[in-house]
């Protein structure tokens, strides 16, 4: 098995994020799955102590505007340092260890926030400071397909007005803005998609309902409508100019850094049922012997030891994708085969260890069952399982979207 040590800049912090959800996340985590759309006031602090790390620089990357892709910083003998997305993708496995439904909660650290990181410019970074922002992307006739997004947004005067309807908006019903991608031009394709901030108290903005969901309860996702909605023009995140050449590139490196955060949030989950896993299978009398081939195992521990090395190679493969971020190195490819393979394994891990620990795991006396639900939806938003493997594809072998579809 490889084993990468954490950095020793970074181990402090991911101390400290541990902490927070064995103390915090992880004791609250049935309480807010029971209880639907009741929002964790407990979060207030924590997202508090977030912020303050994230100004004062001592967070190496706390929250979600840890995912902003700087160049790489080299030291004394030439070699680039790890940075803040590295550490946001750490820090985001332990909290997730914890709660990924109370994670994707905490004001100010949402997936909206993260692509406003991503792609804002300086001066916007600086208006936007501060704002709990949610994601707006999916349509009810566009899921996976983001190119086909029908929502529009047609300048007038010195603002863009806004009409579509979104879904599945997470934190849509409690955060202060959310991130809506929407076409300046329905017949030019997906060079016209552009993403917008816009504030929830904005006129012709309305949030319709929350979802009730399988997992991630504890998140409330809403729908919201957009009529007439008049937005300032600088609120458009990145260039306004339509490239064709370029195609929206420019909002798609949103994906390229929060895929690699959902990997993480995968793996976090997938990391606590093993634990628990292991943990009942000790005290049944099935010990995992490392040092044993795998044929000479009891089928439990067999069964265990193929969990653990697919968990290994999710969690390779998003430590590279933030690397690769960090260092300004094209992570498009390892960010999607990141996100494909740890959402499918958290699945399947935390399935398996349900079935491992019988009646144990399918009952509330564990929150095995709980992580099961959660890690359903880390295969699913950002987009799915079989959109990754299309852009795994479409990177290896050279093709566009217009040849392999």
Same mark, same amino acid.
């Given at each position: ?5 954490? /950095? ?18 992880? $004791? ?16 207030? %602090? ?8 994230? &100004? ?31 550490? !946001? ?5 332990? =909290? ?10 905490? /004001? ?31 349509? /009810?006739?566009?899921? !996976? ?46 060079? &016209? ?9 904005? +006129? ?11 997992? @991630? ?16 023009? &600088?609120?458009?995140?990145?260039? $306004? ?10 909002? =798609? ?39 044993? /081939?795998?044929?000479?195992? +009891? ?7 193929? %969990? ?15 690397? %690769?971020?960090?260092?300004?190195? $094209? ?5 999607? =085969? ?21 009646? @144990? ?45």
């Amino acid at each position: 098995m490889i084993n990468l040590e954490t /950095p020793r800049k970074f181990r402090a912090f991911i101390h400290q994020a541990h902490q927070v959800a064995a103390e915090m996340l992880r $004791p609250n985590s049935r309480q807010y799955d029971l209880a639907e759309h009741a929002y964790p006031k407990e979060l207030d %602090m924590l997202a508090a102590m977030v912020d303050g790390l994230g &100004a004062s620089g001592t967070g190496s990357g706390a929250g979600a505007g840890g995912v902003r892709r700087t160049a790489g910083a080299e030291d004394d003998d030439g070699k680039v340092k790890n940075g803040s997305n590295l550490s !946001s993708v750490l820090s985001v496995m332990e =909290m997730c260890w914890g709660d990924v439904g109370l994670l994707l909660s905490m /004001p100010r650290q949402g997936l909206g926030n993260s692509a406003i990181a991503s792609v804002a410019s300086d001066e916007q970074l600086r208006r936007f400071d501060g704002v709990w922002a949610g994601m707006a992307i999916t349509e /009810p006739e566009c899921g !996976s397909d983001s190119a086909s997004i029908r929502t529009t947004a047609r300048l007038d005067g010195d603002s863009y007005v806004i009409n579509g309807e979104k879904i599945f908006v997470t934190a849509g019903g409690r955060c202060d803005a959310v991130v809506v991608w929407a076409t300046l031009d329905k017949s030019v394709g997906r060079a &016209a998609i552009k993403s917008f901030v816009v504030f929830k108290d904005t +006129p012709g903005m309305t949030v319709e309902r929350l979802e009730h969901k399988l997992g @991630i309860r504890s998140s409330d996702t809403a729908t919201i409508r957009f009529e007439n909605c008049r937005v300032p023009a &600088a609120n458009l995140l990145g260039t $306004p100019e339509i490239d064709a050449d370029k195609g929206f590139a420019g909002v =798609m490196q949103t994906f390229d850094n929060t895929r690699p955060l959902v990997a993480a949030m995968a793996v976090g989950c997938a990391r606590a049922s093993l634990e628990v896993t292991r943990s009942l299978l000790s005290e049944a009398g099935v010990e995992v012997d490392y040092d044993r /081939p795998i044929f000479r195992q +009891p089928a439990a521990a067999a069964s265990y030891l193929q %969990m653990e090395a697919d968990w290994e190679a999710a969690y390779l493969l998003t430590l590279q994708a933030a690397w %690769m971020a960090d260092n300004s190195q $094209p992570n498009s490819l390892q960010a999607s =085969m990141a996100k494909a393979k740890a959402g499918r394994v958290a699945n399947d891990i935390t399935l398996r260890c349900v079935e491992l620990a019988g009646s @144990i795991g399918y009952s509330e006396h564990e929150l095995l069952e709980k992580w099961a639900r959660d890690s359903k939806i880390l295969d699913i938003f950002e987009g799915t399982q079989q959109i990754q493997q299309l852009i795994v594809a479409r990177r290896l072998l050279g093709k566009t979207s217009a040849e392999l579809k």
